[in-house]
């Protein structure tokens, strides 16, 4: 059975939500605002969507990118910090499928 987890961290003065996920054999990391995701075991995971993130985030701005993709994942800017999105809540749906 897989299981999940949201959690927070800050890049700067910009607040992402990470999901993450275990399979069975690697956890897998993802922040959903930017689809940006990692794997591996636990801790290397983590790290490596830390990495990912900074990488996504210095390439976007090396583009002249950015503003338009945290504006376009919900965030907006006030001065030099961004607000992240508020979540009104985070459900697990379940479907069946044919």
Known sequence: MEKAGIIGFCYGRLVLRCA????????????????????????????????????????????????????????HREGEKWLAPEFVSVDRLTMNMK
Not at 38 to 61: N, Y
Request: charged letters at 20%; one cysteine or more; a negative charge.
């Open 20 to 75: 993450h996920f275990q399979g069975r054999t690697t956890f897998v990391a993802h922040v959903p605002a930017l689809d940006v995701s990692s794997c591996g075991a636990t801790d290397e995971a983590r790290r490596s969507i830390r990495d990912a993130v900074r990488g996504f985030l210095a390439a976007s701005a090396d583009m002249g990118m950015l503003d338009q993709i945290l504006q376009e994942a919900g965030y």
